[in-house]
């Protein structure tokens, strides 16, 4: 069973990884891997983990940062990412980072533009330079210069409860710093 619904008789043995996970976005560039934002995962309860919130760039200190950066990098250059952006997950166990996953695609849940607001990088053009075998920024660009920090929270209800009305959303995006405001429900569901 898996959240409540039959998949089938065959199983995956899977470690349980202790510690907080994150997602490293990036490209490939000449074949040289870039870390451009780490985004720290905001996840409910086990066993599902589902992932609630996230914030670019995630507050590691800077050895720890150093060490999922330079893991990640190395893993896309041993599988041989060729081309292309990137999006990784990893968790900070005792023992170090260790890859959930790593694809080549953009990241979901916003993360592309909140890496955008904190980077001033766009992953979706960055893909495209990179596919249309175009130059993409170099670190030293002016384009990489922090800007602070971004963040997208998703909210639950637990079973049976039902969302009536939403009130504050009008006040939510009125303050300073708020680029958007998107409710994705019908009101009595």
Known sequence: LDMGHFVGAPFL???????????????????QPHVTAVTEKQLGGAPYFVEMGHVV????????RQSLV??????????????GVFHAEARMTQRGPVLIEINCRLGGDRIPRLVELTQGLSLAATMIRSYCRMENP?????????????????????????????????????M?????????????Y
């Open 70 to 83: 330079s893991y990640v990098e190395q893993v896309a250059l041993a599988i041989d990412l060729g081309l």
């Open 138 to 174: 170099a670190k030293a660009d002016p384009l990489w210069e922090r800007r602070g920090i971004a963040g997208v929270r998703f909210l639950s209800l637990d079973g049976g409860e039902q969302i009536g009305i939403a009130d504050g959303v009008e006040e939510v995006r009125a």
């Open 176 to 188: 300073p710093g708020c680029d958007e405001v998107e409710l994705y429900f019908q009101e009595g």
């Open 13 to 31: 043995l899977e470690e349980f990884l202790e510690g907080r996970e994150y997602s490293i976005e990036g490209y490939v560039d000449r074949g």
């Open 57 to 64: 760039e995630a507050a590691l200190g800077e050895k720890e």
